[in-house]
């Protein structure tokens, strides 16, 4: 059970958006810490999404952004294409566990 | 262009010890504020973050796990090697290693993983 809390999976028709949520507390995205989300194809490493709660890296379309307030983070994913079906995991730093902190992970599934 | 790449044992057995290196390209162990972190994933389920070690020498362990990880960096080979005692088949996963740019940022570059089973 993380301490970042996801939802299993979410779906959507392609060209729909959709949003991930990712829920944490006081001592962790409550207290300021940054959230990162990546993205993990089926057999593939993550790959990094979303660095420091809203910052596309470079290659990462601009239909992929994030958010972040009070103690929970989203992804938001517009357009969705087929493509985009993949796992999709927020971390953060836990300052009560004194590490990094990774979501449960959520599904993404395009119709 | 950064690149990391794992590699060690795919099979150990319940008591040993586990040693995987990370030997990466593009950037430098000794740079400002760098540092290589692992991660693994056991099959079916979610990331878990395990230690970082930083171009100082500062190194992270996960509270859960810091009795039986310890990691090193060799400088000059750009090599982290990363040690678990104790393997149980609970520790079954995919081991990933990762640069961080700076303690502030995210694991930004990964590699593309190495699977490890832990069976008699």
């Known amino acids: 059970q993380s301490v970042l809390t996801q939802p299993p999976s979410v779906s959507g028709a392609p060209g729909q958006r959709v949003t991930i949520s990712c829920t944490g507390s006081?001592?962790?995205?409550?207290?300021?810490?940054?959230v990162h989300w990546y993205q993990q194809l089926p057999g593939t490493a993550p790959k990094l999404l979303i660095d420091g709660n809203t910052n596309r890296p470079s290659g990462v379309p601009d239909r992929f952004s994030g958010s972040k307030s009070g103690t929970s983070a989203s992804l938001a994913i517009t357009g969705l294409q087929a493509e985009d079906e993949a796992d999709y995991y927020c971390?953060?730093?836990?300052?009560?566990?004194?590490?990094?902190?990774f979501g449960g992970g959520t599904k993404l599934t395009v119709l | 262009q950064s690149t990391l790449k794992e590699s060690g044992p795919t099979l150990v057995k319940p008591t040993q010890t586990l040693t995987l290196t990370c030997s990466f390209s593009g950037f430098s162990l000794s740079t400002s504020g760098v540092g290589v972190g692992w991660i693994r994933q056991p099959p079916g389920k979610a990331l878990e973050w395990l230690v970082v070690i930083y171009w100082d020498d500062d190194k992270r362990y996960s509270p859960s796990l810091k009795s039986r990880l310890t990691i090193t960096k060799d400088t000059s080979k750009n090599q982290v090697v990363l040690t678990m005692t104790n393997m149980d088949p609970v520790d079954t996963a995919t081991y990933y290693c990762?640069?961080?740019?700076?303690?502030?940022?995210?694991?930004?570059?990964w590699g593309p993983g190495t699977m490890v089973t832990v069976s008699s």
């Open positions: 990762a640069h961080r740019p700076d303690r502030y940022g995210a694991f930004d570059i």
């Open positions: 971390l953060s730093y836990d300052s009560s566990l004194s590490g990094w902190v």
């Open positions: 006081s001592s962790n995205i409550g207290a300021g810490f940054d």
